[in-house]
């Protein structure tokens, strides 16, 4: 998979590896794997709570998180100045 023009591994994550994840587009949180159905993981937050993600959605470090966050956000928001327009 390339994203961004980077190359990103999507390998299988073993249950018990703590990762991140990304809650409500910006908040970067620890969870706990708890099993693995094809490209579904559980996903077991600190609080007890749990929720059912794909691979893609789930990150190895919280750097990696945050880049997700810094990168959909760049994107999605851009200034634009009224004077701009039929220009």
């Known amino acids: 998979l390339v994203l961004g023009g ?11 590896t703590h990762v991140f994840i990304i809650e409500s587009n910006r908040i970067a949180t620890e969870v706990t794997i708890t099993a ?12 007890g709570g749990a ?3 794909r691979r893609n959605r789930i990150f190895l470090s919280k750097e990696d998180a945050e880049k997700s966050i ?14 701009d327009h039929g220009m």
Do not use: C, D
């Open 51 to 53: 929720i059912q993600l």
């Open 70 to 83: 810094l990168r959909k956000t760049a994107s999605k928001y851009s200034i634009h100045s009224p004077y």
């Open 36 to 47: 693995r159905r094809g490209n579904f993981y559980t996903l077991k937050f600190q609080n």
């Open 6 to 16: 980077e190359r990103m591994v999507l390998e299988r994550l073993k249950v018990g």
